[in-house]
């Protein structure tokens, strides 16, 4: 554990009215506290962060990806391999999510009718015959493949084991597999979703199923990988209330607690119906898709806790907005940084739940590459992906952009985190998801450098990264932290009313901001700065250079 610090920054709203200052409750190891109050506005709010320096978990910067089963390119495609350094991802998913419960890993291919691993159609469950895979060479897409060109890169592989379309034997050889290839096994997923009824209740009808299923396959991971942590897959309150989902899942897993580490929780939302369902006022909406990865994960985790009250890890391995067949949120700044200050609400509540007795150790966004089932909803885009020609260059969207911009300062070497108690500030005066609390404004982490690094390491910057929701301006104050600092205060702002688009990859990915598409206002104050000045509904980070 890294030496303890206190930062206490204080607030100047702007303009506000009465506040309710509140603090959410948690019954957790860390901030076991509930207020409620009605205060009126003053010039002082405070944002306290956590005494605890914490590791990074790389997982927090993680894309979904349905590379090679469904995106038509190869693990080593040299603009891959270039897009996935450039973004700083932390963690990708393989084989992916509904593809993974018909690939088998060995062959790189789709399962067959017969339940072997060699087809790609099981009528009417599942028909992945006109995809990719058909259409290269046989094992191009192996995981050997991916351990040797993409994965090669990424620091935490969320390896997914298909425990649904092949015979318990296959499903152990995999395992087997991945430890002759050399995988880096040290998270696993067993299946995608299984609580959909109307999509696997032919295989795994009930919870008590697919724990059955999974039991010989967990028994082999703990002997192969002993070291490795295994997530089952979870449900949310709205899907177990849903004609689609599955009444008591959580409640047989719960019952089965020894023989899992972590749950998969997936979360596609808001949509237009739930963002009208919080408030008709649509020049809220910015501020609310602003804020939503707050509500969303306060919710999953509140709902948890019914479940595992002594505790239990959590892996958001699928997250973005709804189902566009319900209406996407403000889809005019799809590709801006609206929808990056959605994917950054979310990534900071996880990190604020460090620590906690319910931790969210992994959000990744669906999805990387543009391509397939994944055409609108990809960050990036390599045109050859989509027929497109190999000589056209790679683009970004804002929030790609967005992404890289917090990965890489979070992934800096010797780098650790301080997440934020966030308490008495001005809130965002709404309430969704089944969040009765109205949320702050502001989410808030600090990443220092570890002092029990070298002293090279310790005089490197300290960035603080303040996501403000709400529609009015802030000032925070600077007390406790840089106050030994003489150099410069760099602060770098992303605003949701940027609309951003789509630019080509940077020449230069590790010079931040990215110049395109977004165009975030940046200005060097010298300090010791007093204050920080804080935009309505923008992300800032503010670097004291050392």
Sequence with gaps: MAARLVVVLVLSPVV????????????????TASQSSDVQSSNTCKVALHTDAYPVDRAWFGLNSVLGPIVNLTFDDVKVRAAQEALGIGSLRHPGGAVANYWYMPNGSFVGANGTTVGCSNPPHWNFCSEPPSQHPPKTFAA????????????TTMWVANVLTISTDDAIRQIDYLKAIGANVTRIELG?????????????????????????????????FPDAKIAVVAQTAKCASAVWGSPGWNHVLAQNRDLFDAVVIHEYSPSNTTMGAVTSNQTLWPSIAAGWGDFSTTSIVNYLRKFFPDGIEVWRSEFNYGNSKVGTVLPDTYHGAQHGLFWASTVLAAMARAGFKIPVQATLLHAWLRGGWDNVVGIVDIPAARGGSRDDPTLVDGVAQMFAHLARVGSAQ??????????????????????DTPPSCLQAVLFAPDQQGTAANQAANHTLVVLNKCPQALTIGLSGIGSRYTHTLRRVTYHATDKGGWAPLPTHPDQLPWPAPLKPTVTNTPTPAQSLHLDPVSLTYATLLA
């Excluded at 999509?199 to 991971?221: D, F, G, M, R, T």
Aim: glycine share 8%.
């Design 16 to 31: 506000l009215g009465p506040a309710q200052a509140s603090l959410r409750t948690y019954s957790d190891n860390h901030y």
């Design 144 to 155: 050997e493949a991916y351990v040797r060109g993409v994965g090669a890169g990424i620091h």
């Design 414 to 435: 010797g780098i650790v985190m301080h997440s934020a108690n966030v308490s008495a500030c001005p809130v965002l005066h709404v309430t969704a998801d089944g969040v």
């Design 192 to 224: 995608n979703e299984f609580y959909l009824r109307r999509i696997y209740a032919w295989k795994l009808s009930s919870a008590e199923a697919y724990i059955n299923a999974s039991k010989p396959v967990v028994q082999h991971i703990r002997t192969v």
